[in-house]
């Protein structure tokens, strides 16, 4: 059954995704749209066939004021108390200008034009669509729940290019991650494929913890183990943040801002997963 809900919220998202395309390449710089958008954009979907809350996108650094000028102009503002995220109406757009797994420069060499009816975008290659997928899957959710195992699927459905899914993985330092999700059996890739990932003996342990996460749905003790054992200066990053996040995330001083910010993630840690115990969703 067409979901046309589903399917007139994407429309208006991606009409909204052409605009900010268009206004950003009017200042002279791009965006990349991720994940939902990317997937419309290279008609790997239909607008019925997955939800999508907001437009995820990201930018150089060097180019973050222009883009939030560019959202400005296009009549959204800042949300409070949400970070990076700017609202029109019932369009919603987060802008980046990092990923936990790569930078704007690394996708940008890949990127690729993608054109549909609703527009022109800046999409990442279909390999680093899948890898996104994973890496956002298991860094931010402690597993490969059901609708990063579709949009894998999607991706992978077509012209997809395995070898150099494996040889962009290792650039990005995410070869036990990306074959973990291989090696849960929940993606079409080839069975073969989890054995090319050549991991080195110490990385072996971590493919283990990395592939007991993927063949559940997710838990809140793995949304911080995961992070921690892919890029242990992810927990750092975490406790002090450079000073444009504090400055958005907290209203206070910048010493307050600093001193706070280390406790406030620690306490918010501790609480989630003593709630999740709570709750019985932790396993380990």
Known sequence: MTDYNTAARNILLMREADLLSRECARGGFDVIFLKGAALLARGMCGPHERTMSDLDVIVSPENRTAARRALARLGYRKLDGVFQAYGKGRAIADLHTELWHADYAALRAEAQWAESENGRLLVPSAEDMALHVVAHAMLHQGGFPPRAR??????????????KFRLRAAEFGMKALAASAIACGKTPAPPEMADKFALAPLQRPMLALFLRAARGDGGV????????????????????????VLEEKMK???????????????????RRIFESYGRGVVSL
């Not at 579709?150 to 070898?163: G, H, L, Q, S, V």
């Not at 003790?221 to 444009?244: S, T």
């Not at 001083?253 to 918010?268: E, K």
């Open 150 to 163: 579709r949009d894998f699927a999607f991706i992978a459905a077509k012209d997809f290019n395995w070898e």
């Open 221 to 244: 003790m793995y949304e911080y183990i995961l992070p921690a054992a892919y890029k242990p200066a992810l927990v750092w990053r975490a406790a002090f943040p450079p000073a444009h």
């Open 252 to 270: 206070a001083s910048p010493v307050l801002r600093r001193v706070a910010r280390p406790l406030n993630v620690l306490l918010r840690a501790c």
